[in-house]
Structure formats: C-alpha cells, structure tokens
C-alpha cells in the first residue's frame, strides 16, 4: 500500500525495467526506465514502443544522466498526459482474468 500511494503522488518516475513499469503504467504514471538486467529488456522496448515509458538504456550508460535530463526537460502537460494515457490503455489491469479464461477455455477443449 505504502508503494501504491506513493506512486500515485508523483508526476514522474525513474524506474528499473522489471514489473514496476507495468504497474507505473497502469497508474498512468510517465516513467523514464533504464535496464538493469538482461530480463527487464522486452520490458523497456515493449513501453518504449507503447509510448508510456521513455527507455533511456543501460544503467552504466555513460551518458545515462544526460538522457534523463533531456527528456524531464522535453516534458510538458500534454505530453505526460498523453504518455499516461498510453499506459491506461497498454495495461489495462485485467491480465490475470485473461490467462483464467484462457486456462479455462483450454481446459474444457480436453
């Protein structure tokens, strides 16, 4: 819970690319995301590709900070209001109920 309210007072986040993004996006927040780990890669190009995260690359990139910059400072109302609503709608928080169905309609074929 402590996470969750946190996420929803911020205007951006800086984040690693493992689950977090999803939820950040779900919550509709604009996020900058660097990779840490080989797993979080689909993760960063996926939001990258949805438009709701700007992935800036790999967490020793030497010029990480200066990419970060750039894009806090290309930010501006309508842009995180698009970006959020890209996130809204890339993750719309009803994956578990599809895998059900999915396991259930796979199921009943048997």
């Given at each position: 819970k402590k996470m969750l309210n946190l996420m929803l007072k911020v205007d951006l986040c800086i984040s690693g690319g493992g689950q977090t993004t999803y939820e950040l996006?779900?919550?509709g927040v604009p996020?900058?995301?660097?990779?840490?780990?080989?797993?979080?890669l689909l993760n960063l190009k996926y939001g990258q590709k949805a438009e709701y995260l700007e992935?800036?690359?790999?967490?020793?990139?030497?010029?990480?900070?200066e990419?970060?910059?750039?894009?806090v400072e290309s930010l501006n109302c309508a842009k995180e209001?698009?970006?959020?609503?890209?996130?809204?709608k890339s993750v719309?928080?009803?994956g578990a109920r599809r895998i059900i169905e999915e396991i259930l309609?796979?199921?009943k074929k048997k």
């Open positions: 996006a779900r919550l996020t900058i995301g660097i990779c840490f780990a080989k797993n979080q992935f800036v690359g790999w967490f020793k990139c030497k010029n990480l900070f990419k970060i910059e750039e894009i209001e698009k970006i959020s609503l890209a996130g809204q719309d928080g009803q309609k796979w199921t």
